[in-house]
């Protein structure tokens, strides 16, 4: 599926998707390694295609294309949770030898 550059279409895509929107993925238009279903990323930003700009949490920086590639937003309640997980981890005590 291609489309065509529409000012609507990538500003649309920014108010939906903004720097720090956490995703999830279920499918990609091709093979790509490393990128299973339900991996889980932050949007950094929109471009022009649109396509959303990403840092996975697997480390990799592969956008998703909008319309080729799906994937969903996570809900406020699954970020909050992941927040929650993050400082439980940053508060676990260390072993040191």
Not at 18 to 38: H, K, V, Y
Request: with cysteine; proline share 4%.
């Amino acid at each position: 599926m291609s489309f065509k550059y529409s000012k609507e279409r990538v500003e649309a895509a920014r108010a939906s998707y903004p720097n720090g929107t956490r995703i999830e993925l279920i499918s990609l238009c091709n093979d790509e390694r490393d990128m299973p279903m339900g991996l889980r990323g932050t949007v950094v930003g929109v471009d022009d295609q649109p396509a959303l700009l990403m840092h996975w949490d697997n480390g990799r920086s592969l956008s998703i294309l909008l319309g080729e590639d799906q994937f969903r937003k996570l809900t406020l309640e699954e970020v909050e949770t992941e927040n929650q997980e993050d400082i439980e981890e940053e508060d676990a005590p260390t072993l040191s030898m």
